[in-house]
T-cell receptor
Framework: GAVVSQHPSWVICKSGTSVKIECRSL??????MFWYRQFPKQSLMLMAT?????????EQGVEKDKFLINHASLTLSTLTVTSAHPEDSSFYIC???????????FGPGTRLTVT | GQQVMQIPQYQHVQEGEDFTTYCNSS?????IQWYKQRPGGHPVFLIQ?????EVKKQKRLTFQFGEAKKNSSLHITATQTTDVGTYFC???????????FGKGTMLLVSP
């Protein structure tokens, strides 16, 4: 099946610094990728839709200047959390449609802790 | 906006018992998907339902899509410890390109 990887799997950073998270589709191309945020024991909250070659589409309430998304190629999307604060600590997961085109293949997630 | 509600939030069963989780949308859906997330893992796609009244089975799992395409259910027969995890439904509304996830139902199975 389709495989999506994320890097890093976990990161600890200090307040005020920026962190970049990579999402790669390993054996298929993805013109669209999705970025989610998940709090402990809670559901997936869609943050933005990453579009290859164009600007990302952000969900209501998500600051586009804080969560920078770049979809530079058909296999790579990056999420940069700028000027991180402790409240940005969360589990960030990306997904890409694969297979039949409708199911989402999720990456393993990135655990971000801001101190 | 579109809301997808899922109940129960949590269920603890004995191995061999059945389990059902229900999903309800505030709007009519074009399709609904189900995912399973094991503890510490990431969501894994299980199935998509598209047609009104559709029923699909995967071994011990039975998925239903309501006639009005606003609700869905996942039923597990004779649960096993390997069924432990959180089950999410995710609905896609007409004209929307993104999925809205329910809050999930966490299933714990005791041997």
């Amino acid at each position: 099946g389709a495989v999506v990887s994320q890097h890093p799997s976990w990161v600890i950073c200090k307040s005020g610094t920026s962190v970049k998270i990579e999402c790669r589709s390993l054996d298929f191309q993805a013109t669209t990728m999705f970025w989610y945020r998940q709090f402990p024991k809670q559901s997936l909250m869609l943050m933005a839709t990453s579009n290859e070659g164009s600007k990302a589409t952000y969900e209501q309430g998500v600051e586009k200047d804080k969560f920078l998304i770049n979809h530079a190629s058909l296999t790579l999307s990056t999420l940069t959390v700028t000027s991180a604060h402790p409240e940005d600590s969360s589990f960030y997961i990306c997904s890409a449609p694969g297979g039949q085109g409708y199911e989402q293949y999720f990456g393993p997630g990135t655990r971000l802790t801001v101190t | 906006g579109q809301q997808v509600m899922q109940i129960p939030q949590y269920q603890h069963v004995q191995e061999g018992e059945d389990f059902t989780t229900y999903c309800n949308s505030s709007t009519t859906l074009s399709n609904i998907q189900w995912y399973k997330q094991r503890p510490g893992g990431h969501p894994v796609f299980l199935i998509q339902l598209v047609k009104s009244g559709e029923v699909k089975k995967q071994k011990r799992l039975t998925f239903q899509f309501g006639e009005a395409k606003k609700n869905s259910s996942l039923h597990i027969t004779a649960t096993q410890t390997t069924d432990v995890g959180t089950y999410f439904c995710a609905g896609r509304g007409s004209g929307y390109s993104t999925l809205t996830f329910g809050k999930g139902t966490m299933l714990l199975v005791s041997p």
